[in-house]
């Protein structure tokens, strides 16, 4: 399956301000995911990060919050903007071939504390 | 809409012991059902899968998990607890309809006793 390296894996920001997080995986996926874990959660889905096109968003998110980018088939971004205390979480990029043995695979998340 | 329910939050078992965890989920369709298991300060790494075929899925590190149709249900399960398990596990259920999004349930939190 497919490797996904995430960064930053950590970060402390002031609040107002925006974090841009990077996520490579080391070969083609059909479809990458943004998912949030807030501290002692579950993961909840962001957005779903469309090549070529806008990300699609889960209700509770918006663009101007989570801008997401997708250049390629193997590199996705989420900005957080703005940034608030209550966005304090780990942030985690998912991706997946989309084949029949539909194997997902995730980053190991960037740990985000907002001060 | 499409749902997984974990109904017990935490879990404590004595190394050992055996163990399951409850997963049960609601989607029309059938479902494409995982378990991950997250250790403090990590990642989320996948025990196993189901897609179709045998109900009864072996996975890693000597979990299995059956999937009942009829109960909604993929139950994870390990005969032999070790102090190394100890983590948060969560069940999930890819949903169809173009997107093939995981929607995870809230995780069930296992502590070991030696």
């Known amino acids: 399956s497919a490797v996904i390296s995430q960064k930053p894996s950590r970060d402390i920001c002031q609040r107002g301000t925006s974090l841009t997080i990077q996520c490579q995986v080391d070969s083609q996926v059909t479809m990458m995911f943004w998912y949030r874990q807030q501290p002692g959660q579950s993961l909840t889905l962001i957005a779903t990060?469309?090549?070529?096109?806008?990300?699609?968003?889960e209700s509770g998110f918006v663009i101007d919050k989570f801008p997401i980018s997708r250049p390629n088939l193997t590199f996705s971004t989420l900005t957080v903007s703005n940034m608030s205390p209550e966005d304090s979480s780990i942030y985690l990029c998912?991706?997946?071939?989309?084949?029949?043995?539909?194997?997902?695979?995730f980053g190991s998340g960037t740990r985000l504390t907002v001060v | 809409a499409q749902s997984v329910t974990q109904p017990d939050i935490h879990i404590t078992v004595s190394e050992g012991a055996s163990l399951e965890l409850r997963c049960n989920y609601s989607y029309g369709a059938t479902p494409y059902l995982f378990w991950y298991v997250q250790s403090p300060g990590q990642g989320l790494q996948l025990l196993l899968k189901?897609?179709?075929?045998?109900?009864l899925v072996q996975g890693i590190k000597g979990f299995e998990a059956e999937f009942k149709r009829s109960q909604s249900s993929f139950n994870l399960r390990k005969p032999s607890v070790h102090w190394s398990d100890a983590a948060e596990y969560f069940c999930?259920?890819?949903?169809?309809?173009?997107?093939?999004?995981?929607?995870f349930g809230a995780g069930t939190r296992l502590a070991v006793h030696p």
């Open positions: 189901y897609f179709s075929g045998d109900t």
């Open positions: 999930a259920v890819g949903v169809s309809g173009g997107y093939n999004k995981l929607i």
């Open positions: 998912s991706a997946t071939t989309g084949r029949e043995n539909y194997g997902y695979t």
């Open positions: 990060a469309n090549q070529g096109s806008e990300a699609t968003y």
